[in-house]
């Protein structure tokens, strides 16, 4: 532990023999051994023995390759395709937050969910219902945020159209702009959480 009371990251070592040696405790590992780390929320990183290079995504993401080739099943083969096709789209860039902040909601409200799971015990039917529920609540945070990136695109479109009509309505009770700085500070205050949640 550090000064401060915080576990210090733990620095995982790669060798080119694809061996793994954990600095704190100064052995060689296993992916085991990773994978109790991050359940026990420990921080670390793993980093090429040779030239420092942060490894760490690909060392997550194979851990997440052998659980699924053990049997464990938890990630769907529609999902996979579907995040295979974001590759070089050009939504790429959206996917990483909105993957966070879809995760970041499910870990908050993961104590609800499993009691109203359990409560569903028996009934598909009500299981179903539940993650379609959280699903569309994902979603609507997700479309939330999207607006915020294309506000002008939906304000422009149609504007030759639709110019006196807007003219037309002062009355409104918000305007675009409004509604736009509300989804700029929403999105702020997400990224805010996001950045604590990384940096803890």
């Given at each position: ?7 210090e ?31 026990n929320?420990a ?16 060392v ?6 052998e ?5 464990a ?12 096709g ?14 966070r ?7 908050r ?16 039917t ?6 379609e529920?959280?699903t ?27 110019a006196?009509?807007a003219?037309?309505?002062p009355?409104?009770?918000?305007s ?20 604590k949640l990384?940096?803890?």
């Amino acid at each position: 532990m550090s000064a401060t009371g915080k576990t210090e990251k733990i620095t995982i070592k790669k060798y080119a023999n694809r061996r793994l040696y954990d600095t704190s405790a100064s052995r060689y590992v296993t992916l085991d051994h990773l994978r109790e780390l991050v359940k026990n929320d420990a921080d670390f990183e793993v980093v090429d023995a040779k030239t420092g290079e942060d490894l760490t995504r690909g060392v997550l993401a194979q851990i997440i390759f052998e659980e699924e080739a053990k049997g464990a099943n938890l990630l769907p083969v529609e999902f996979l395709r579907q995040l295979i096709g974001f590759y070089g789209d050009s939504m790429q860039a959206f996917v990483p937050g909105y993957l966070r902040m879809s995760m970041e909601n499910f870990m908050r409200q993961q104590e609800e969910m499993r009691e109203k799971m359990a409560g569903a015990m028996g009934s598909p039917t009500a299981s179903m219902q539940l993650l379609e529920e959280q699903t569309r609540r994902n979603m609507a945070m997700f479309e939330q945020a999207m607006r915020m990136f294309t506000p002008f695109d939906a304000r422009t479109h149609g504007a030759d159209t639709d110019a006196p009509a807007a003219r037309e309505a002062p009355s409104r009770p918000a305007s675009s702009a409004d509604d736009v700085k509300a989804l700029r500070d929403e999105l702020e205050a997400m990224r805010a959480k996001l950045d604590k949640l990384a940096g803890s």
